[in-house]
């Protein structure tokens, strides 16, 4: 899920200066709409019910467009050491934005993705075909379902990118489903979610509570309006069982165009603010955007 950037074109208007003329087919999730990007010959944003997805440039799939990705990239890019192959997965496929540019940024990395919804999967592959050298599997299936069968020790990188209805499906908000993702990833590895939330920040503070149940080390990326409180939006959280490259980190993310702020270690449990661990028992779907955050 991220915030509307305005700037594509709709069916009809031949996609603006691009000539190409937006793809509209219903799928499990509702509407998706590959919307041809009018400022890149070759980019695509995929909306879902209106709900901007993912944006994929066939031509520089190393090019993330919404700020969101950005931040999952500068930690992808801290991973492993520069260019070295890793295992990742992706829980969340959209137009598979993520697993093209680590494709792209780390040759001859071994990727899974999953997605739920095999019309979108179907959808993308067709519109937006993958690189044929990229090592990426496809598998339509339940995330944490997937995840359950996966083996100990094998992911350097586990990315969670999961919305349903604009909104993260409750089971892939638990402990039990970290305990899941720590599991296959390997001692030295690296989890990152993408969170949405608006004020009171109530489910951000609940998943960081429920981070810190899990993994010792956390750090969390956003705006510092959405970190206020000031305005619904994205927030990327990053946990590992090893130490976490955050003074790199933290340049990455003040440089970015839109500049992030990092939290790490006791501000991030300060910011939790005491909330509880979520459990299967008591997990919720992270809450529905409000639909000023999409015009």
């Not at 090019?63 to 931040?71: D, G, V």
């Not at 970190?227 to 959280?237: D, E, H």
Request: proline residues 8%.
């Amino acid at each position: 899920m991220a915030r509307s950037r305005g700037k594509q074109g709709r069916k009809g208007d031949g996609g603006g200066r691009s000539g190409r003329e937006a793809v509209v087919e219903s799928v499990d999730g509702g509407l998706a709409e590959l919307i041809p990007d009018r400022d890149r010959p070759a980019g695509w944003t995929l909306l879902i019910d209106g709900a901007p997805q993912s944006h994929v440039d066939l031509d520089d799939p190393a090019h993330l467009s919404f700020e969101y990705q950005r931040r999952i990239g500068h930690v992808i890019d801290l991973a492993a050491g520069p260019g070295r192959p890793v295992h990742a997965v992706h829980l969340g496929g959209g137009a598979l934005t993520l697993a093209r540019y680590v494709a792209a940024t780390r040759p001859r990395s071994t990727q899974q993705v999953v997605e739920r919804d095999g019309p979108l999967v179907q959808l993308v592959r067709t519109a937006l075909p993958l690189d044929p050298g990229a090592r990426i599997r496809v598998r339509t299936a339940d995330a944490r379902e997937a995840l359950a069968k996966l083996p100990d020790d094998w992911a350097d990188l586990l990315v969670a990118d999961v919305f349903s209805g604009a909104r993260t499906p409750a089971h892939l908000t638990s402990t039990e489903f970290l305990a899941e993702v720590r599991r296959v990833l390997r001692p030295a590895g690296t989890y990152v979610a993408n969170l949405a939330d608006g004020p009171p920040l109530a489910h951000l503070r609940g998943q960081l509570a429920t981070a810190a149940a899990v993994f010792p080390e956390l750090a969390l990326i956003a705006d510092p309006t959405v970190l206020r409180g000031k305005r619904f939006g994205n927030a990327v959280l990053v946990a590992s069982a090893a130490p976490l490259p955050v003074a790199e980190l933290t340049r990455r993310a003040a440089g970015d165009p839109h500049p992030g702020r990092v939290e790490h270690g006791r501000a991030v449990l300060d910011f939790a603010g005491g909330a509880a661990a979520v459990t299967d028992a008591s997990a919720k779907a992270s809450p529905a955007p409000p639909a000023s955050v999409f015009r």
